[in-house]
């Protein structure tokens, strides 16, 4: 999808914007006469990416807000301060990070890549007119969703473990808001993509050296450029699509190539699931957003 569809006079937020998928998006966007809010945790680098944005010279404009979705209080900020969007794009994360929690006591990959992301779209809603886009992964296939211990209190920590969980529980909300949105009415569709194997530098947080060396390889050698990894995401974002389609590589494996529709996992789709988990993750953020 190197020849977007013109943008011009729409306005998008895009999470986790300095680097990697992130960045591809943001630049995209832009070059198609997007107006592109930046939503970014550290602003200095947030800039610098927006500069490299500018430089291309595209037809539409970035902006850099500040957003750091593991403190719910920042999104809470955000939020407040925002003017909304035609189309949300929640593309941040992090990935198998050793055993940190949040500001608000939650653990650090389910902070930011799931309930970061649960405020931030539910508090945003009403300023949202076209669709919310949930940047998933195949990852989440390998997940469980333990409604009672989501933020592993009582579990053995397993950073691998935990990002899937995370993932999974993306999507399950990713299902579970299309569901609520066409019960409210009001056009609004909720729609999700997977970049498949990209080469970006979500890998080197680890603190795993030989993880780190391993996944470098991998991306050198089979990893998409950001600029493909991108396209599933542009297309849920862009294309006249039904809320809860899931689009990804149409590869073997949903590793590479260009979007199809994506598989999604038992338990993503489950209705039950989908509203536990829900419920569970309005009850995390209340006190944060308070």
């Known amino acids: 999808m190197n020849l977007l569809p013109l943008q011009t006079g729409r306005r998008f937020i895009v999470t986790g914007a300095t680097s990697g998928l992130g960045l591809e998006l943001s630049r995209a966007l ?5 107006d592109v809010v ?3 945790r550290n602003v200095s680098k947030g800039a610098e990416a927006a500069e490299r944005i500018r430089r291309t010279r595209p037809t539409g404009s970035v902006a850099v807000a500040e957003l750091d979705l593991s403190d719910l209080a920042s999104v809470r900020r955000f939020t407040d301060s925002s003017a ?3 189309v949300l794009i929640n593309n941040a994360g992090v990935m198998g ?3 940190s929690r949040s500001a608000d006591g939650h653990e650090m990959q389910f902070a930011t890549n799931h309930l970061g992301h649960f405020a931030l779209t539910t508090l945003l809603l009403k300023k949202v007119t076209d669709r919310v886009v949930t940047v998933g992964s195949a990852s989440h296939r390998t997940g469980e969703l333990v409604i009672d211990d989501l ?3 009582r579990r053995e920590y397993h950073p691998y473990q ?7 529980a993306q999507l399950s909300f990713m299902v579970e808001l299309g569901r609520r949105l066409m019960v409210s009415g009001g056009g609004v569709r909720s729609l999700g993509g997977h970049p498949g194997y990209t080469a970006t530098g979500i890998q080197s947080g680890t603190g795993n050296a030989h993880f780190t060396r391993l996944a470098a390889i991998g991306n050198a050698i089979i990893g998409m450029p ?3 990894g991108a396209r599933s995401i542009l297309a849920a974002a862009l294309l006249d699509l039904p809320s809860g389609t899931y689009l990804g590589p149409n590869g073997p494996g949903e590793l590479l190539g260009r979007p199809a529709p994506a598989r999604l996992a038992a338990q993503a789709t ?3 699931l989908g509203e536990q988990l829900w419920e569970r993750s309005a009850a995390l953020i209340a006190e944060g957003i308070s």
Not at 162 to 168: D, G, M, P, R, T
């Open 30 to 34: 832009a070059s198609s006469g997007a």
């Open 38 to 40: 930046m939503a970014v």
């Open 84 to 86: 909304g969007c035609e």
């Open 97 to 99: 990070v050793p055993f």
């Open 151 to 153: 933020t592993w209190e």
């Open 162 to 168: 935990a990002y899937s969980q995370s993932k999974l």
């Open 226 to 228: 950001p600029s493909k």
């Open 270 to 272: 489950d209705r039950s």
